[in-house]
């Protein structure tokens, strides 16, 4: 299968639109914002059904702890703020009251990455998957494009536990299918290959594609999976691939240290130990300009990936 | 006797009582507070670890909500809490004294006390859910996040038309944290009115006396600026106590969110825990266990 | 002309000033103010991002400071700033305002203005010390964090023998997070007497009014609950501001903290701006940036 | 060299110690505590040093920020509290206003790990590691015994930069000589072998070393490398005793998530992929008990790297 460009969305609208169906479907889903409904979309279901919306202001601390205890009382709350003040600002709150507590609270990010853009990187958070995945208990998904972060949206509302669901600012390629099956902790095999696997989540998958037919026009087959679920990971998925192609690119927007590219080394360390390449943000902090540009600058492209890919391959 | 007197407790607040009837209960509640008092001396000793100090201060209060105030199911436990008061205990380290009065009240064996701290026990060092003991429904430990949890507590309550209370209680050294703030403004800026809060306000903490660690200046005045009704009593009377938290359920459904200052004495009911922070987080040797635990009426039987 | 007026207000200040002087002044300021405001515009509108809102809120209260009350040297830049005064941004996002005062002010080239927001500018979105902007000593953008770096500098001045004054400015939503107010309590609690810090009281934040997001009811008593003095003005109004700040001078050196509550309006100065939050963060179009400029005086020449 | 016990400290202590002695040395040292003068035993630099000396309550973020303006004056503040209070609650602080802002401002933090003991989880961080590691230009130091504590302490002084101190605080073997160099960022081999690399850091290089005992009696030879830097990591030392032995056991009071463990496989797999095992708290958290219980329990014994010691050299 091909896959094609749809239409240019966000993931945050993706985010909107599920929890707005949620609303609609799901009595029990609250929802809670710091100062930021626009940002995080949540407009819809905030004038919708504003008994079930909460404005907390500027602190986030504060609405991570309102939405544990809304929990008590079987609510099933989604907090919304900016990916850095959804963990780096409340990380011991989101420890004490959500994971370890065992709460059934969402707590859904935005503008996460340096694809955020022009506020710089006081705001591009690319530590979050490092902090999330350290909490036991905690589900971390990083949907790809609009289709996967609504299908994650819904999704998480029926999972019973603690959830960290990361998207982003920018208008994206979307390419998943509406109707693509979506199931939490379940990678996807995109495109099925022998010579390298290219693991990829988040705005990276799109880029993942890419640098496959790239490959392809070089005669490399890669195979590419689609890791949502970076917690708990898919690791017969990842196992299988590997067994097959010998080596790995791993692709995230995220810093290349306590991301998704070292818990997949982590895995193969103590399975299959083979040559791996990451295609990460080199433990820099971002900073400001327009999401393609840093995209470039940081070197988190298709063609960073297949770089990568034939480095990997040469090394196996 | 433990189980009756407990029992006879726990339901005593459901029926509307007479003055008299109260005056009764007081002698009773001030005689569990007894107990729970020696319950903390025998854990934090047993555990040889834990917090007398502030559970002693406490203590009072925290047996008139669960012996007196509060209308709660302890069996079956369950955790959403439906058409029940819930509490949540935001300073954490107070756990013995949590503990006790769980335990006394019907949530758990009183037994169980004696496993406070151990390896595996239900009774962690911070109270906890992971090991489901029956009446927590929060972990905490890490100060300053409890009454954030109990806010959304009350938003739930008031989704499902519970009109049930929701109760907190917090340390003052613990008002030192930024978070107890965040959640005063909401409960101020958004007239939350179906929370009781309380500040165990022994101006004591880790280091030494507040005044001289953070002081608190007019905490009255400040949470007053904060949209808050501010409550005062004495926190070891217990006539004060119930009557207070009597006053403080008139004040709710009404316009504003209100807090009860605690004015409380570190490691209350032991002459040598009192008057100094030292006792904040240190577990008494066998001899000084001993001599509190002399000084502490056993009323329902040591667990 | 900027560079002559800039380096004339800027050491304006160290020589003792009389009342003439003073009338004087102001209304260079106000004319530096408009330029400000001027720059705001064309950066934001430049870079199509960024927020002019509180930016132009508190565009005066920033050119009085740098013009006028406080006591720097922008060359050499010096991150220490021995014997200077040293004022720290706690709500970073309003920085177009905070690069067009340091630029007009001679810390770095006025032409630098035009590279806002571009890739590998020292005009960071959010002030930042990497790029090695001079006159930035700490990043901002997540706020609640200024004024805790401001008692920290004031700790050092206090340790070095400095007399010179700490300057913070935060935003009023921004007090709706815990820290600020956890450094407000060291403050008062310690009777930090060497900070004059203050709030660009502009009623506004991203969702709406502070009033509907998160009322901040009496923030004057909430803040002199915290043990400071409050100074209230309109901080719109160039007079006003400076005799404010001549006023809080004379409040440090004393037993407490100071905070001016700058009475603002965000957008101030561009009619459709006013009266909404709509601009905290948007940028104009071609069409509205030009509808702004012409309601700014060009006093001190574009970038 | 073998090494022998010396004596049973506390690493804390260590940090007291070493904190005090700079307080007479150095004019510039600051240091600030909420609320836990005596645990940190900063008692000795409060009481000598009171103008150098900021209590600040129960208020960590404060905290924070109050050091890094403090080197706005050219002190070097070292903040004191407990490792989780010292890092979940405040890494959006240390992010902003030490990391990104590059000030020399050194985090210092007690009761790491399990070992803390009878406080239980909410005390007990095992994410710390992932947390401050993920920070770029961060130096995260986690020392293994009171004098190597304490030589940390003192160097770090010296280095300009942000710092992440990490001690415990149980009575733990000293047995590092208190005049072996102290190099920030370069491991210590501690004995030399060549069968497998046991890389150690914290409270597990002791378990390492012993380990290495109980393997040499089954004939298997053991190099023992302490990592204390963990962050910028000694790749090159890794590297070359990897190249030599062709397996690793990693050891750690810290989640295998994001921890050393994944460090060292995610350099080894863009390297010299080999079998690795990972000995860890396998994403749990921790609760109350003694320390050596908990040791026991999480798996985090002599006889656990040995164990996995066994099972790596299989998989060579
Ligand atoms: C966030 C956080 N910081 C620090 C601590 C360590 N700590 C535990 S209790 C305590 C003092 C609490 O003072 P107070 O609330 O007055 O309780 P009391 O000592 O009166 O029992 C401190 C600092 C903690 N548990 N959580
Ligand atoms: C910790 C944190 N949370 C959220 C944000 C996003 N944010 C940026 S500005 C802002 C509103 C600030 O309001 P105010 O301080 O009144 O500034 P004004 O809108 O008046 O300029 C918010 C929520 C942030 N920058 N930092
Ligand atoms: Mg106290
Ligand atoms: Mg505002």
Redesign the pocket.
Known sequence: MKYKVLNYKDTRSGFGEGLFELGQENEKVVALCADLIGSLKMNAFAETFPDRFFQVGIAEANMIGMAAGLTIGGKIPFTGTFANFSTSRVY?QIRQAVAYSGKNVKICASHAGITLGEDGATHQVLEDIAMMKALPGMTVINPCDFNQTKQATKAIADYEGPVYLRFGRPKVATFIPYDMPFEIGKAIVLKEGTDVTLIATGHLVWEALNAADMLEEKGINAEVVNIHTIKPLDEEAVLKSVKKTGCVVTAEEHNVLGGLGESISGLLARTVPVPMEMVAVNDAFGQSGKPDELMELYGLKDKNIVEAAQKVIVRK | MADQLAKKCTFASITKQKKSKIMATIDELKEIASQVRRDIIRMVHGAASG?P???L??ADYLVALYFESMQHTPEPFDMDGINQDIFILS????SPAYYSVLARSGYFPVSELATFRQLHTRLQG?PATMEKLPGIRIAS?????GLSVAIGVSRAKKINGDNKLVYCL????????GQPWEAMAYCGGNKVNNIIAAV?Y??????GD?DDVMPLLDLKAKIEAFGWDVLECNGNDMEAVVSTLQIAKEHTGKEKPVMILLHTQ?GMGVDFMMGT?KW??AAPSDEQAEKALAQLKETLGDY
Not at chain 2, 141 to 145: A, D, F, P, V
Not at chain 2, 202 to 207: F, L, T, Y
């Open positions: 011991d | 917090h100090g502030g559970s201060s406490a300073n954490g380290h107070i911070h430990g890490s100060l300053g996040q917090m340390g003052d050294g613990e008002l030192d944290e165990d022994n101006h004591k903490q880790i280091d507040t570190m922070h904040h987080g």
